[in-house]
């Protein structure tokens, strides 16, 4: 087996339609990236199983799906406005611009020059205008994190459900940041998703809760498939954190490029909610819900048993989907040479995951009753198998199991001559290569068994 680079990556990607550049007809636009057919459905397996582990298993966490277009005053609030910006130098030699910590030895990354600015804050967030007149005084931020719309909508939640501390809000969605050099394929991109979870607790149990959702988190990350030695955790210290922060834990993931962060779980105190309380009082906003009399916790809650009003503190595991999608298809990726001398690439993606679940390969692509006994059982399965099952019928049986290997898929069904005489179909399994003979009528349970498809 031979260790890969990230130019084996993205060649797969393109080469199968998992990713491609973005408005690549037209030169492309540097830090984004388009998710193709079987990019869009692994990027949708991987949010459905956070979904379901945040939101459907567990009892204490609602979901949201916010907008991304956000009002300048809730990133005033947040800090954004003022704080969220990279130090940025620029070449005065070839004009090109860098992070200040993307420049190393004191010299320009692209021409080698050392005529280099002093850096100087880049606000990350971009602009974009609403409603007809562009005149700058109607204008919007695209959300550089779906956090601050959950803290927003905190009050609507927390009303609308019958929930008390400790509860969390989940949502997934896009997130934008006008990154200084985008970089690594869709690892540092402009345009991504981010599946992000604000869990409310009391305040002074917030360290306890910190360190809970850190284990959670791991072990969730490896039951995607990602093996524990490629995982690492790293304390974020005190002058590395963000300006909400009072500890964040980074989970790191050995990439191809590097060790670096897939998610990020912060301890935000009652940062945010405190902040959007002063928002609400400075502009004389009136408190929806809160009777309390105290000026500054309008997005108080009230303890039912000493019948005080508090900030609720914040534990938020932040990932980053793209992050995610590069994790998995690195762990899942392989080449070996077989006996026959040829080269298999495989994805031992799990099935869970895997963006086409069972290929149906009818043997002779001209053989119409094959064909249609394929046909109908894509058909059938495509009933009870949620997720992509795919008819192949584009020929030789021996370049369809490549491709499949290729793209993760963790079994192929063969509907063959034998097919006709006794309603039995070969399934082959993409890790081990072997092949079963199975009846028709029990296919649907042995591939429940099998894969819990
Ligand atoms: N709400 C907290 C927050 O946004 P962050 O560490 O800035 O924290 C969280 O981002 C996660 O979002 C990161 O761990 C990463 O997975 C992802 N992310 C951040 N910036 C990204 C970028 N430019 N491209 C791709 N993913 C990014």
């Known amino acids: 087996m031979k260790s890969h680079s990230m130019e084996d990556l993205i060649s ?8 491609f550049q973005s408005n690549e007809i037209y030169g492309g636009l540097q830090g984004l990236y388009d998710y193709g057919p079987l990019g869009v459905e692994l990027k949708s397996n991987l949010k459905k199983a956070w979904w379901k582990s945040m939101v459907y298993e567990r009892d204490d966490i609602e979901g ?20 969220f910006s990279d130090p940025l130098v620029d070449c005065r030699d070839c004009n090109s611009r860098w992070r200040s910590d993307h420049i190393e030895d004191g010299k320009c990354p692209n021409c080698g020059s050392s005529n280099l600015t002093e850096p100087r804050p880049f606000n990350l967030m971009f602009k974009t205008s609403v409603g007809p007149v562009e005149d700058g005084s109607s204008f919007a931020y695209l959300r550089p994190e779906t956090a601050q719309s959950i803290f927003t909508n905190f009050k609507n939640v927390m009303d609308s459900t019958p929930h008390s501390l400790p509860f969390g809000i989940a949502q997934i969605g896009k997130a934008f940041r006008n990154e200084i050099t985008p970089r690594n394929f869709i690892f540092r991109v402009r345009e991504f998703e981010q599946m992000e979870l604000e869990y409310f607790v009391k305040p002074g149990e917030d360290e306890k809760w910190h360190k809970e959702w850190t284990e959670l988190r791991v072990n969730w990350w490896q039951e995607q498939g990602i093996a524990k030695d490629n995982l690492e955790i790293y304390y ?60 500054n916790s309008k997005l108080a809650i009230q303890d039912l048993e000493t019948k005080e009003w508090f900030l609720p503190y914040v534990i938020e595991p932040s990932a980053g989907v793209d992050r995610g999608f590069l994790a998995i298809l690195n762990e899942a990726y392989s080449e070996e040479m ?11 993606i799990k099935p869970h995951l ?67 005489d006794d309603d039995t179909v ?14 028709l009528n029990e296919i649907k349970s042995f591939l429940k068994k099998i894969y819990n498809f």
């Open 354 to 420: 895997a963006p086409i679940k069972v290929a149906v390969i009818p043997l002779k692509r001209n053989n119409e009753e094959m064909v249609m006994k394929a046909e109908s059982l894509k058909k059938s399965l495509q009933k009870v198998i949620d997720g992509r099952v795919l008819l192949e019928n584009t020929g030789n049986i021996g370049k369809n199991y490549r491709k499949n290997d290729e793209i993760g898929t963790p079994a192929c069904i063969t509907v063959d001559f034998q097919t006709l």
């Open 12 to 19: 797969l990607c393109k080469r199968r339609g998992f990713i």
């Open 64 to 83: 949201i799906d916010s907008s991304i277009l956000t009002n300048p005053l809730v990133l005033k609030y947040s800090g954004h406005e003022d704080t």
């Open 426 to 439: 070969t399934v082959r399994d993409r890790d081990s290569m072997e092949q079963k003979r199975v009846n």
């Open 236 to 295: 974020v210290p005190d002058e590395e954190l963000a300006h909400y922060s009072k500890g964040t834990v980074d989970i790191m993931y050995k990439y191809p490029h590097g060790t670096e962060e897939l998610e990020g779980i912060a301890n935000r105190t009652d940062f945010d909610l405190g902040s959007h309380t002063k928002g609400q009082n400075d502009l004389d906003i009136k408190a929806k819900v809160t009777k309390n009399s105290q000026s």
């Open 338 to 348: 077989l006996d026959d001398g040829k080269k298999r690439t495989l994805l031992t």
